[in-house]
C-alpha cells in the first residue's frame, strides 16, 4: 500500500466548502503549536482542528437529524397540492 502523501502534496478537495476557524479554532490550533514547538500554528494544526471540529459537528447533526425526523413526520400531509391563481 502507497503511503499517504502530505496535505500540500494532494490536490485540494473537490466541492467540499472550507472551514472558518473560530477564535475559540485559532487558539486551539495555537496551543497545538506552542506543545509541538513552534511559534505559529501551521496548515497541519488548523486542518487538525477543523476535522475535530466537523467530526464533532457531524455527531450533533446526527443526533439532531432523528429528533427532526419525528417532529417532520406529523407535519407532512399527503396529496395536498396547490394551485396556480390566475
Same mark, same amino acid.
Request: aromatic letters at 2%; charged letters at 45%; zero cysteines.
Given at each position: $500500500?502507497?503511503?499517504?502523501?502530505?496535505?500540500?502534496? /494532494?490536490?485540494?478537495?473537490?466541492?467540499?466548502?472550507?472551514?472558518?476557524?473560530?477564535?475559540?479554532?485559532?487558539?486551539?490550533?495555537?496551543?497545538?503549536?506552542?506543545?509541538?514547538?513552534?511559534?505559529?500554528?501551521?496548515?497541519?494544526?488548523? $486542518?487538525?482542528?477543523?476535522?475535530?471540529?466537523?467530526?464533532?459537528?457531524?455527531?450533533?447533526?446526527?443526533?439532531?437529524?432523528?429528533?427532526?425526523?419525528?417532529?417532520?413526520?406529523?407535519?407532512?400531509?399527503?396529496?395536498?397540492? /396547490?394551485?396556480?391563481?390566475?
Amino acid at each position: $500500500m502507497a503511503a499517504k502523501k502530505a496535505p500540500w502534496d /494532494r490536490p485540494a478537495p473537490k466541492r467540499k466548502r472550507s472551514r472558518t476557524l473560530t477564535t475559540k479554532d485559532k487558539s486551539e490550533a495555537q496551543q497545538r503549536a506552542k506543545r509541538a514547538g513552534r511559534n505559529y500554528p501551521n496548515l497541519v494544526d488548523n $486542518m487538525a482542528v477543523a476535522k475535530k471540529k466537523g467530526a464533532a459537528k457531524k455527531k450533533g447533526a446526527a443526533k439532531k437529524k432523528g429528533a427532526a425526523k419525528k417532529k417532520g413526520a406529523a407535519k407532512k400531509r399527503k396529496g395536498t397540492t /396547490r394551485r396556480k391563481r390566475s
